[in-house]
């Protein structure tokens, strides 16, 4: 049956909803932007007027599409190129979502989608669903096809593994530019010393470049071990230029809400590096240098205003 603009107007109204959903259970903006249209195409084809609840309707319809994803995104990770990390959402971006509670800013950290990769397709469904989105189990439960007890089993569950995995430490805007301030001055020094001191003992640092950019295919751990690569990574070389292409700027901003670098060279976001931070420090440093997950930072890049670069030419 043909949509009414009305039926059309309908779906765009949930779209942002539909797609912070999906970006949280996929942690790729690219293929949520997939599932949403996926669902727009169940909504076309469907009978419209018989839908009582197009809300409850499309979330059941964005879930069971992204959880389909989810399994077979395990397969295809297998055999990925190195490590796989989360893309990136800079700050601003619509698909961030929700942002009122801290349940809602932490669902969608950096941190705690790395952690959520951990999970199985259907805790994941339930803990983004209820954690970031407040949905009660009794709907929970309808959108899964489960019951409301075996709801709150799974998020019970899920809750506890996302906890064991994370000791994040909210930060405002201006303390996120502090701490990056003070770890690029570090990580320039051309020593290991001060890096060392801003980051935890068990600190780790990864990389992902999909197999297009050169990028350790595992993580470095150990306060020493990671200072000591990112100073080599900072350090300015032929090598690192003729990969990239040229020297990028590097800027201050948030990612997922957490302190965060990107490295931009003629309009082109190429590398997103984000800082995990809790009380006793840095303790984690996940770089995303795959071009594949850096497209939509590109356009958001260059559709929103921007502080001047810390550093001019990086690398």
Sequence with gaps: MALTMNDVDRFEASRPRLEAIAYRLLGSASEAEDAVQDTFLRWQAADVARVEVPEAWLTKVLTNLCLNQLTSARARRETYVGEWLPEPLLAGDPMLGPADT?????????????????????????????????????????????????????FHRAKKHVADGKARTEIDEAEARRIVEEFLAAATSGHTEPLVRLL????????????????????????????????????????????????????????????????????RVVGVMCLEVTAEGITAFRNQVNPDKLERATRHWAATDHDAPLLEEAF
Excluded: C, W
């Design 102 to 154: 801290a349940e809602q800013r932490e669902s969608v950290s950096y941190a705690v989608l790395a952690v959520m990769e951990r999970l199985s397709p259907n805790e994941r469904a339930v803990y983004v669903l209820r954690e970031a989105f407040d949905y009660p189990h009794r709907e929970i439960a309808e959108i899964l096809d489960i019951s409301e007890a075996s709801s709150q089993q799974i």
């Design 200 to 267: 935890t003992g068990d600190a780790i640092a990864i990389g992902d470049g999909g197999g297009k950019v050169p990028a350790r295919a595992k993580a470095f751990e150990g306060a020493l071990a990671v200072a000591t690569f990112l100073r080599g990574l900072f350090k300015p070389g032929i090598a690192k230029r003729t990969i990239i292409g040229g020297s990028p700027a590097v800027h201050a901003t948030t990612a997922n809400g957490s302190p965060a670098l990107v490295a931009v060279l003629d309009g």
